[in-house]
């Protein structure tokens, strides 16, 4: 037990700042901004570290079953916490674009930002990293298909047939992830792992008891995923405080719109940045482009549906199209991935390519576009 309360100290921690956050609550917002917005940003320090537990038992399973599978669980834990953060902020903001915003911020972080810091540090230490092209293939086409029908078409729909559309929008993501899903962990899932070579180097004796490159293991499986449950209801309650605080702190100081969306997306990658890090840095890409990739179809065909699924029930539409500015930037980005990812191997100059569209998108948030 004691071993089990200092690995989970983090979530100890998030535990105790919520219940402080509930009665500390109408005393923060009373005492002005700069207070409200204090608490704000120590709240998204605790969702930070409590999503890494999150994803630290996400990655113990996914050794225990291996990839697709493994990779499949990390992403699916990373979107399920930001599905659940929106959820909540929507109660609270007023802005329409907001899913839209963070769908778009969530693809820019996980392609651009995860997957060319990932390359351009790998590709410095190992040179030319491998990986299976036909997972690069496969999700760059499906995120291609699904951002399309889900947030440029919508642009051209009467606004008086919006639930129609809706509603075929939530079918057509459904589809699309039930046939994913069966190629990842049916008779395609070869697509998305790749056979590395053994290492040679003999392991320490105190280290052989386990596989080269394993993860520890830390309880069974069925630990694992009532940790995790844990996680994402802490994360959630946690997420209701912050709402309030960064909204009060945020009014009338001018923030950049897509602000909250930013925040949003980078809350639920965290995890995902230091895992593909670790992959990168250890010569094994294909981990990092189920990541990056798999992240970010997940992003967009898995949250579309639940959000617009709210918006049919509520009977308020979201502004899902896209800006022309951020249309272009999917353009590119999607262009740059497809031809950076069609030869089996990454290089620090292909990182570098998508690190700089992803400092293009931070530059072009901080001046409101």
């Known amino acids: 037990m004691p071993s089990l309360v200092r690995r989970e100290k983090f979530l100890l921690i998030a535990l105790l700042v919520a219940g402080l956050a509930a009665f500390t609550e109408h005393a923060i917002l009373d005492a002005g901004k700069l207070a409200a917005l204090g608490a704000a940003i120590l709240l998204i320090l605790v969702i930070v570290l409590t999503s890494t537990r999150v994803a630290h038992h996400a990655e113990v399973l996914a050794h225990k079953v291996g990839d697709p599978y493994g990779t499949m669980i990390l992403t699916l834990s990373a979107v399920a916490v930001e599905v659940l953060i929106l959820a909540i902020l929507m109660n609270s903001s007023s802005s329409p674009t907001l899913v839209r915003d963070t769908i778009y911020a969530a693809v820019m972080l996980d392609i651009n930002g995860i997957l060319g810091l990932a390359a351009l540090l790998g590709g410095l230490r190992h ?23 889900s947030m440029v078409v919508p642009e051209f729909v009467p606004k008086d047939r919006w639930h129609y559309y809706s509603a075929f929008t939530i079918a057509a993501m459904i589809a699309l992830y039930g046939l994913f899903l ?3 962990v049916g008779p395609h899932s070869y697509f998305f792992s790749y056979s590395y070579p053994r290492q040679k180097v003999r392991a320490p004796a105190e280290a052989q008891t ?28 946690l997420a209701e405080f912050m709402s309030g605080f960064i909204n009060t702190g945020l009014e009338g100081s001018g923030a950049p ?45 898995l949250t579309v549906p639940v959000m617009e699924a709210i918006a049919l029930y509520t009977g308020q539409p979201f502004i899902m199209a896209m800006t022309p500015v951020q249309t272009v930037m999917v353009t590119i980005t999607l262009i740059a991935a497809a031809i950076n990812l069609n030869d089996g191997e990454t290089n620090a100059i292909e990182g570098m390519t998508h690190f700089v569209l992803f400092a293009t998108f931070l530059m072009l948030t901080v001046i409101g576009l």
Do not use: C, F, W
């Open 127 to 149: 040179g030319e990293q491998p990986y299976n092209d036909n997972s690069g293939k496969t999700y760059g086409v499906m995120i291609l298909t699904a951002m399309g029908i």
């Open 182 to 184: 069966r190629m990842q």
């Open 210 to 237: 386990a596989p080269a490159g394993s993860t520890p293991q830390e309880g069974s499986a069925t630990a694992s995923i009532a940790i995790i449950l844990a996680g994402v209801v802490l994360i959630g309650l």
């Open 257 to 301: 719109p897509a602000l909250m969306a930013v925040i949003v997306a980078a809350i639920s990658a965290a995890p995902e940045i230091l895992t593909a890090l670790r992959a990168a840095l250890r010569n094994r890409m294909q981990s990092v482009v189920n990541i990056a990739m798999g992240a970010s179809l997940s992003t967009v065909i």
